[in-house]
């Protein structure tokens, strides 16, 4: 089983910029896997699916994140990225990390995101 662990939460002023890091236990350049994904959940809210990047490197982003965060990955660190800037008060979350294998969804445990002036 693929162990993921995310970091990089914590609180910041609107308009503000964090960069989450997910690390993976095992490597994510393999055609084994389908895509890696970021998603939040709110308090009371479902979670949401915000990026995709597939092992290609092909990227798909919530229209509401879309020119604001940047998912990318580096297979080097077996490392996925979420860049996110101009931070606003509605993308407070819990952070979650996923990778979709050929098998199964692996989550990472969720790095909380604050964002209030």
């Known amino acids: 089983q693929m162990r993921l662990v995310e970091s990089g939460g914590g609180t910041v002023q609107p308009g503000g910029s964090l960069r989450l890091s997910c690390t993976s236990s095992?490597?994510?350049?393999?055609?084994?896997?389908?895509?890696m994904e970021w998603y939040r959940e709110a308090p009371g809210m479902q979670r949401e699916a915000v990026a995709t990047i597939t092992v290609a490197g092909r990227t798909n982003y919530t229209d509401s994140v879309k020119g604001r965060f940047t998912i990318s990955r580096d297979v080097t660190k077996n490392t996925i990225y979420l860049q996110m800037n101009n931070l606003k008060p509605e993308d407070t979350a819990n952070y979650f990390c996923a990778v979709n294998t050929i098998w199964a969804t692996n989550w990472g445990q969720g790095t909380q995101v604050t964002v209030s002036s």
């Open positions: 095992g490597t994510i350049y393999t055609r084994n896997i389908n895509s």
